[in-house]
């Protein structure tokens, strides 16, 4: 007995020293350690709080495996790279493309997106069709795939000529390249179609690729287990449909890109805000609506012109009735820019002082802004249609696929309050989330010079 005691000890003290799974130790540690980048395609700050495609993937990875997010992003994407390789944090969401290169140093998580990369110019810069007719120097993010993209395609044109930047990264270049310091950037297609918005004469010349994934980076190893919980995740992301409609969330109303509308707007900005700014502010404090969203709304109705009329009787800045003044228990002249501003933010906060409170934002005000325009019976009606049909009542990107079968006689019948053009409403907020975004940015860009500190980690809890 005595002569198996110390085999017993051992054995016990062997049990502590056996090293734990990746996944194990991030659920012992209660935290998931995230590398990320700045971007409106990956994490950022926004106006209801941390918001981006990543972010909100990796949030919801946090949630499933029952621990709190801490996200960091380092100075530049080869330090992201960087640091996975070294194990330095749990992985990388942060928009990287899955390549043969990267593979061979890193694990990849099961691909959520596909994009394609394209090669970008400024309008009025001669048009290149392929790759020998660039009359310029392509800048793109050092370590990128597109870095490594262009690399191998040297061997076929041998006379292209490229640099990487190891200080900018892509949505820089893009600016970059829209001021014309740059002559040429690679971008993911998504990327593209987002910063076209702020930068509305890039033009896309061509793709430099087929389509490619993107997914999350994982330290090298022999170690799966987070990686495969990942792919747990992701199945049950996909197979429940909420995958789309998170995609559908970030991407689905900047599609359709108005090169004059933008431009149109952005001159608009410059021009006809400057006069009605303070009384969007003055709006904002009373109501607590943000005044950026306020002049979103003026500029869909009435693109900030208080003389405009409509067809239908509405008028103003804000495009109000006189009963819905009379309800406000305002009797100015609906003309009057000040008094027009100040009834569509009260009449704006009213109506979203109906949206169930448990509906986070910024979903609570896209409903709120259809119910604006459309009339809060008929966006009930398209929650409760959503609902019996198995969807979630509480997610815009939900309700904008069933506001549009309140025209159709064989789904309003089944409503209280019947036939509505239900696909105004849709493209009206989709059109105020694009104005909102413009004045968001070129609001902050005036505002912060500066960046948060690149290292800056956000924990987040667990929803």
Same mark, same amino acid.
């Given at each position: 007995?005595?002569?198996?005691?110390?085999?017993?000890?051992?054995?016990?003290?062997?049990?502590?020293?056996?090293?734990?799974?990746?996944?194990?130790?991030?659920?012992?540690?209660?935290?998931?350690?995230?590398?990320?980048?700045?971007?409106?395609?990956?994490?950022?700050?926004?106006?209801?709080?941390?918001?981006?495609?990543?972010?909100?993937?990796?949030?919801?990875?946090?949630?499933?495996?029952?621990?709190?997010?801490?996200?960091?992003?380092?100075?530049?994407?080869?330090?992201? +790279?960087?640091?996975? #390789?070294? $194990?330095?944090? !749990?992985?990388?969401?942060?928009?990287?493309? @899955?390549? /043969? %290169?990267?593979?061979?140093?890193?694990?990849?998580?099961?691909?959520?997106?596909?994009?394609?990369?394209?090669?970008?110019?400024?309008?009025?810069?001669?048009?290149?069709?392929?790759?020998?007719?660039?009359?310029?120097?392509?800048?793109?993010?050092?370590?990128?795939?597109?870095?490594?993209?262009?690399?191998?395609?040297?061997?076929?044109?041998?006379? +292209?000529?490229?640099? #990487?930047? $190891?200080?900018? !990264?892509?949505?820089?270049?893009?600016?970059? @390249?829209? /001021? %014309?310091?740059?002559?040429?950037?690679?971008?993911?297609?998504?990327?593209?179609?987002?910063?076209?918005?702020?930068?509305?004469?890039?033009?896309?010349?061509?793709?430099?690729?087929?389509?490619?994934?993107?997914?999350?980076?994982?330290?090298?190893?022999?170690?799966?287990?987070?990686?495969?919980?990942?792919?747990?995740?992701?199945?049950?992301?996909?197979?429940?449909?909420?995958?789309?409609?998170?995609?559908?969330?970030?991407?689905?109303?900047?599609?359709?890109?108005?090169?004059?509308?933008?431009?149109?707007?952005?001159?608009?900005?410059?021009?006809?805000?400057?006069?009605?700014?303070?009384?969007?502010?003055?709006?904002?404090?009373?109501?607590?609506?943000?005044?950026?969203?306020?002049?979103?709304?003026?500029?869909?109705?009435?693109?900030?012109?208080?003389?405009?009329?409509?067809?239908?009787?509405?008028?103003?800045?804000?495009?109000?009735?006189?009963?819905?003044?009379?309800?406000?228990?305002?009797?100015?002249?609906?003309?009057?820019?000040?008094?027009?501003?100040?009834?569509?933010?009260?009449?704006?906060?009213?109506?979203?002082?109906?949206?169930?409170?448990?509906?986070?934002?910024?979903?609570?005000?896209?409903?709120?802004?259809?119910?604006?325009?459309?009339?809060?019976?008929?966006?009930?009606?398209?929650?409760?249609?959503?609902?019996?049909?198995?969807?979630?009542?509480?997610?815009?990107?939900?309700?904008?696929?069933?506001?549009?079968?309140?025209?159709?006689?064989?789904?309003?019948?089944?409503?209280?309050?019947?036939?509505?053009?239900?696909?105004?409403?849709?493209?009206?907020?989709?059109?105020?989330?694009?104005?909102?975004?413009?004045?968001?940015?070129?609001?902050?860009?005036?505002?912060?010079?500066?960046?948060?500190?690149?290292?800056?980690?956000?924990?987040?809890?667990?929803?």
């Amino acid at each position: 007995m005595r002569a198996l005691l110390p085999l017993v000890v051992l054995l016990l003290l062997g049990c502590d020293l056996i090293p734990s799974t990746h996944l194990q130790r991030v659920q012992e540690r209660g935290t998931l350690q995230v590398l990320s980048r700045y971007g409106a395609t990956t994490y950022y700050q926004g106006p209801f709080g941390p918001t981006g495609l990543e972010y909100e993937l990796a949030t919801g990875f946090a949630e499933f495996l029952g621990v709190e997010l801490e996200i960091t992003v380092p100075d530049s994407l080869s330090d992201v +790279l960087a640091l996975i #390789e070294l $194990g330095a944090a !749990d992985f990388a969401a942060a928009g990287l493309t @899955v390549t /043969e %290169q990267r593979k061979a140093r890193i694990h990849f998580g099961p691909p959520y997106q596909s994009i394609t990369p394209q090669l970008v110019y400024r309008q009025g810069s001669p048009s290149p069709k392929n790759l020998d007719e660039l009359h310029g120097i392509v800048e793109v993010v050092a370590k990128s795939s597109h870095a490594e993209r262009l690399e191998y395609l040297q061997d076929e044109y041998p006379e +292209l000529m490229f640099e #990487e930047s $190891g200080n900018l !990264d892509s949505e820089q270049l893009l600016n970059l @390249v829209w /001021e %014309q310091v740059v002559d040429y950037t690679i971008a993911d297609s998504n990327e593209v179609a987002i910063s076209r918005r702020f930068y509305p004469e890039l033009r896309v010349a061509f793709d430099i690729s087929p389509a490619e994934f993107l997914a999350w980076a994982f330290p090298p190893g022999e170690d799966r287990s987070l990686i495969e919980k990942a792919e747990e995740y992701f199945a049950m992301l996909h197979n429940s449909g909420t995958l789309d409609r998170i995609l559908e969330h970030y991407y689905g109303y900047v599609t359709d890109f108005d090169y004059v509308g933008t431009r149109r707007y952005m001159r608009h900005i410059e021009q006809r805000l400057p006069q009605y700014q303070d009384w969007f502010q003055e709006a904002s404090v009373e109501t607590g609506e943000d005044w950026r969203l306020l002049a979103a709304i003026g500029y869909q109705e009435s693109h900030w012109d208080p003389q405009a009329v409509s067809p239908t009787g509405v008028r103003g800045l804000m495009m109000l009735t006189r009963n819905t003044m009379d309800q406000l228990g305002m009797n100015d002249d609906r003309h009057d820019a000040r008094a027009s501003i100040t009834g569509g933010a009260r009449y704006f906060a009213s109506i979203k002082r109906k949206i169930p409170e448990r509906i986070p934002e910024p979903d609570r005000s896209w409903m709120a802004l259809a119910s604006y325009n459309v009339g809060f019976g008929h966006l009930e009606d398209a929650r409760i249609l959503a609902q019996g049909d198995g969807a979630n009542p509480d997610k815009w990107a939900e309700i904008k696929k069933y506001l549009p079968l309140l025209q159709q006689k064989e789904w309003y019948k089944q409503t209280r309050y019947g036939y509505a053009r239900g696909r105004e409403p849709v493209r009206y907020v989709e059109n105020i989330r694009s104005y909102y975004d413009i004045l968001v940015w070129i609001d902050e860009r005036e505002h912060t010079p500066t960046l948060p500190s690149p290292a800056l980690t956000i924990t987040s809890p667990a929803l």
